[in-house]
């Protein structure tokens, strides 16, 4: 004989308390999210360009050839701003040249009026706007007064004081880096300034990010601050 059939009239107690933990905690989530979007568009910032920066490290990795990374432009539309990797055999500007077009680069995507909306949250500090890292910083903690950027012996000390580190110079400016295909490893030290922006122009007591990389070295350091908006703490940690 087929045993009785059970009839269900709803969700016992125990689902639904289930289910409203779920929904419970996807709010918070949303709404940690939406909270956060400047701290979320410098991070995404960070990403993309690390992205760039890993894959032209595995390119001289994988080929053994020399690797350039070149940059040219700025934050503006009228300017876009470009960072593209290739054999350093070929040349700043015809790396730049190819890389304009090439899905590995970072580049700013710009529209008929103005930058694309992804890049409108965050944007890249070059010499041309280096008052966009004063400003942002205000309120928060001095980098160059934490670890490792406080030690002599580390590498770190002293390299946000010179311009000529910095990958984007800016303007009209063109800059490159060499990745030795012998030694896996940058042949000179680098640092790019992330910064939040709003309208335009970078948020005082916003998030920041940065990442440096160091000569004879091989691996890209990521910082990020949250910045003292909303009672975030300003302090700098690495990522």
Do not use: C
Request: glycine share 12%; proline share 4%; net charge positive.
């Amino acid at each position: 004989m087929a045993p009785p059939s059970r009839n269900y009239d709803g969700y016992s107690l125990v689902e639904m308390i289930v289910v409203l933990a779920i929904v419970g905690i996807l709010a918070i989530a949303g709404a940690t999210m939406l909270g956060d979007r400047p701290g979320t568009a410098v991070r995404s910032l960070l990403d993309d360009l690390e992205g760039t920066l890993a894959n032209a490290h595995k390119t001289s990795v994988a080929s053994g050839n020399d690797v350039l990374l070149a940059t040219r432009g700025d934050w503006a539309a009228t300017n876009p701003l470009l960072l593209a990797f290739g054999n350093a055999n070929l040349g700043t500007a015809t790396v730049l040249a190819n890389g304009g077009t090439s899905s590995e680069s970072f580049r700013v995507a710009t529209t008929a009026t103005g930058l694309q909306a992804v890049h409108q949250g965050a944007g890249i500090v070059t010499n041309a706007n280096a008052s966009w890292w004063a400003t942002a910083a205000t309120g928060s903690q001095d980098i160059t007064t934490v670890r490792p950027f406080n030690l002599t012996t580390s590498g770190f000390n002293g390299i946000l004081a010179l311009p000529a580190d910095n990958l984007f110079q800016g303007g009209s400016n063109v800059n490159a880096i060499r990745i030795s295909g012998f030694s896996k490893r940058f042949t000179s030290t680098f640092w790019i300034e992330v910064v939040s922006l709003r309208n335009g122009v970078p948020v005082s007591g916003g998030p920041m990010g940065l990442l440096v990389g160091l000569n004879n070295g091989a691996t890209i350091y990521k910082f990020y601050n949250p910045g003292v908006l909303s009672g975030r703490s300003g302090q700098w940690r690495k990522l």
